[in-house]
């Protein structure tokens, strides 16, 4: 795969986990927050993420636009059903014309190679990556999951 960065605002869960896991595959983190170091559900970005982001705007929705419209590919995680920060993520992305890839978590961890394989092959000429999903404050258990997720989608 081509994939050389993860664009994220910084959100613990999702975007947190894909940070982690993008810097122990060597990948560059880049993205815009909101100007209060605050995530999607209002929580504190963590300062060890803070040097890879660039704070920007208080409105939620302008940092996720801005996100997406800045990578080549979304990459929408979700946990069923669909949160509204993930719809709004897919709407923009679609909008804009980008690969848009949906990715039920429940569903995913329980995939096989070939599916893995299927998602590799539409990212195969994306260079920068737009991540979002949901917030450990919407799913306590997601960290681990999305770790996972990367562990087989890009390890």
């Excluded at 894909?18 to 300062?47: K, S, T």
């Excluded at 394989?117 to 960290?143: F, Q, S």
Aim: net charge neutral; proline share 3%.
């Amino acid at each position: 795969m081509a994939i050389e960065v993860i664009r994220t605002a910084g959100s613990c869960g999702v975007e947190q986990a894909a940070m982690d896991m993008a810097l122990h595959l060597d990948l560059r983190i880049e993205g815009v927050c909101r100007g209060d170091w605050r995530g999607a559900a209002g929580e504190e970005i963590p300062d060890r993420y803070r040097k890879f982001l660039t704070q920007y705007s208080s409105d939620q929705d302008y940092v996720t636009s801005r996100n997406v419209d800045e990578g080549h590919a979304t990459l929408v995680l979700f946990d069923t059903p669909i949160g509204e920060y993930e719809s709004y993520a897919k709407r923009v992305s679609r909008g804009l014309g980008k690969i848009t890839i949906l990715c039920s978590m429940h569903e995913a961890l329980r995939w096989d190679k070939n599916q893995y394989a299927d998602i590799r092959y539409k990212l195969r000429a994306v260079r920068i990556v737009t991540v979002v999903g949901p917030t450990m404050a919407e799913r306590p258990d997601i960290y681990p999951k999305i770790c996972a997720f990367f562990r087989f989608l890009l390890g």
